[in-house]
């Protein structure tokens, strides 16, 4: 007599369900995604960037509330496209061509909404060039203070291995550079949304750091295969 095979143990549930653990749930996969992903870190400094020039020079509401949206919308894209490697890959045990077109459909996506961002950004500076050719000392500031905070940024987000007295001192470094550079903002929004990156550069940091002290733990970016 066959003896019926055992079902598949069912996925364990997540902790907690109210709405603190659901966002705590979300965070993780944010960050997750800057730690594994190297198109992710590159997309944050680049809206660091973006943060800096949006503080610096005043711009309409229009114009403001495209550029945060855009800024959004690809860490949107980039976040769906790293989860639907992984599905894929979860999937896929090996090579599939169907599945390579799949991922490089995504990663189409995410370029396209990059390279539109761009043309925008672009399209934004030459409408209001009047006003950035008067904004001289505002952008000697934002390049004096910008830069360094970029770097900070640069610094947390690497993948390589580093004392912890460099990541607390890019964080601190940054924060202050941000807290002078918040005295002369042209939009308080803007700078909120550079305080915002650092903090989850930050949270990259600290989680990659712990990552790499755990058993088993992934090491670098995911090993997302292009099957």
């Known amino acids: 007599m066959t003896v019926p095979a055992r079902p598949p143990p069912s996925f364990p549930p997540r902790r907690g369900s109210g709405f603190l653990a659901s966002f705590g749930h979300a965070w993780a996969g944010l960050i997750h995604t800057v730690v594994h992903q190297r198109n992710m870190r590159l997309h944050l400094i680049s809206a660091v960037l973006v943060g800096l020039v949006g503080s610096g020079i005043p711009l309409g509401l229009a114009e403001k509330v495209t550029l945060i949206f855009c800024v959004l919308l690809i860490f949107f894209a980039e976040i769906l496209n790293s989860a639907l490697e992984h599905l894929v890959d979860l999937a896929v045990q090996q090579f599939d061509e169907k599945a390579r077109l799949t ?125």
């Not at 991922?103 to 399209?123: P, S, W």
């Not at 008067?134 to 610094?155: K, N």
């Open 103 to 227: 991922k490089d459909a995504a990663a189409a996506g995410v370029l396209v909404l990059a390279l539109g961002t761009v043309v925008i950004f672009a399209a934004i500076l030459v409408h209001n060039w009047e006003t950035v050719r008067t904004s001289t000392d505002a952008i000697v500031r934002q390049v004096a203070l910008g830069l360094p905070l970029t770097a900070c940024v640069v610094v947390l987000v690497l993948p390589q291995r580093r004392p912890v007295g460099v990541d607390v001192g890019a964080f601190v470094a940054g924060g202050v550079l941000l807290a002078f550079l918040a005295q002369y903002t042209a939009s308080t929004v803007f700078t909120a949304m550079t305080a915002g990156l650092l903090f989850v550069a930050g949270s990259a940091a600290y989680t990659r750091r712990r990552e790499a002290g755990s058993p088993g733990a992934p090491a670098g970016d995911s090993a997302v295969n292009r099957t």
